[in-house]
């Protein structure tokens, strides 16, 4: 018996979980540049150490309070959180006692001085839209579908996004499948 293979293995173990690479970050009320969707296989795990900025949709911000925000992959995964906040619960944080309340409050205030809640048509690399309309009221649906050889973030080749209170649902991307290449024989 010999304990050099056992070594060697639980090494390779340990040294996979140093390795552990971060997926592509879900970010509510935010989203990376498109390319990353669209091209998600090729970006995807991404290697410790690399770092990514994103962008919070309009009426949000990061912590720090500004528009764009940068993390880091760490064995933890992304570090900071990539989150983004609404500008109307920054300015209540602000106030004490409104903590508690303040997702109530929040909707409140949201449904007196924004009324008229929309979502403009996202971007889509890859695919296209079944509607032409531009603007979109809460909680109307958008269906898209992906270019032959493309699919959905869940493998299909069509899905829908819903218009919500801060944003579309997700972002709608098209990537590239894997094992679609043709070979042709002259024969």
């Known amino acids: 018996m010999t304990l050099v293979p056992e070594f060697y293995s639980r090494l390779w173990c340990v040294c996979a979980a140093m390795d552990m690479p971060c997926d592509l970050p879900q970010i509510e009320n935010g989203n990376l540049a498109q ?3 669209s091209f998600k296989s090729y970006y995807f795990p991404m290697p410790k150490g690399k770092k990514l900025s994103y962008s919070c949709i309009v009426g949000y911000t990061t912590e720090r309070g500004t528009q764009d925000g940068r993390i880091t992959c760490t064995e933890k995964g992304w570090s900071p959180l990539p989150q983004c906040y609404s500008e109307l619960e920054h300015f209540l ?9 303040r997702s109530c409050i929040t909707e409140r205030i949201k449904s007196v001085f924004f009324p008229s809640g929309k979502c403009t048509k996202p971007l889509l690399e890859n695919g296209s839209f079944y509607s032409t309309e531009m603007d979109f009221k809460i909680h109307e649906e958008l269906q898209y579908k992906c270019n032959p050889g493309y699919h959905t973030p869940s493998g299909a080749t069509e899905d829908t996004v819903q218009c919500r ?4 649902s997700f972002q709608p991307s098209c990537t590239k499948k894997l094992g679609s290449i043709l070979h042709f024989s002259p024969f």
């Not at 209170?165 to 579309?168: I, K």
């Open 165 to 168: 209170p801060q944003g579309w």
């Open 35 to 37: 390319y990353y969707y």
């Open 93 to 101: 944080a602000g106030f004490p006692g409104t903590y508690r309340k």
